[in-house]
């Protein structure tokens, strides 16, 4: 029996070209933000069988998942609405809480916060700004949610619609990468990433595909 899991990253956001960390701040899906998850819906709806997936033959999704903020939540019900579904929302999905440095840019921390911000830089995992959240906290929150989703879904085509740090944890998880690596995985905004579940055995068969305006 296998299980099917769409681990998607959320639209651009009204505040990405300012390139910002958001963080747990409620940010807005931007106009293209939505236009790339309806572009991601209708490829998962006509053109999903050219990811040459096993198991069943139609491209139906059984359940789609999000976190509770809102980019996330848009996103989720531009992809189930063809599907005929709702979003579930979890929370423990949301993105990594940047404490202090939420609405501020990479530059921004690097000049007000030095000290942090490099002890941040060599040790992602347990270090974390001031009211955030450490890398390995994250993971324990977000892996407890995914596993208890995939043990429910077993067989099933699952949409996890989430957010970039989010995803990058599940992929290293998945793969057996070590979390200090975590930025060296790309997750672009509306990035899809398939993997199938053979029993407890993940197999990795796409990642950060992102459906540009051309393919619609």
Request: with cysteine.
């Amino acid at each position: 029996m296998i299980t099917t899991v769409y681990i998607i990253r959320h639209g651009l956001t009204t505040t990405a070209e300012e390139k910002k960390y958001s963080g747990h701040q409620d940010v807005a899906l931007s106009e293209e933000g939505k236009k790339q998850m309806e572009r991601l819906a209708d490829h998962l709806v006509y053109k999903a069988t050219e990811i040459q997936l096993p198991g069943r033959a139609d491209n139906s999704l059984d359940c789609v998942f999000c976190s509770d903020l809102k980019r996330s939540g848009k996103s989720a019900e531009i992809i189930a609405r063809p599907f005929g579904l709702q979003p579930v929302v979890v929370p423990d999905l949301r993105e990594i809480s940047f404490g202090r440095w939420e609405g501020m840019t990479f530059d921004e921390i690097n000049h007000e916060y030095p000290d942090e911000f490099n002890a941040w830089v060599n040790d992602p995992l347990t270090f974390f700004p001031v009211d955030g959240e450490s890398t390995e906290a994250v993971r324990d929150r977000v892996m407890t949610a995914f596993f208890d989703i995939i043990e429910k879904g077993k067989g099933k085509k699952i949409a996890i619609v989430a957010h970039g740090g989010v995803n990058r944890i599940i992929i290293c998880e998945l793969l057996g990468i070590p979390l200090q690596n975590i930025f060296r995985i790309e997750q672009n905004f509306s990035a899809l990433n398939v993997f199938s579940f053979h029993g407890d055995f993940a197999v990795l068969r796409l990642m950060n595909y992102v459906v540009d305006a051309q393919s619609k």
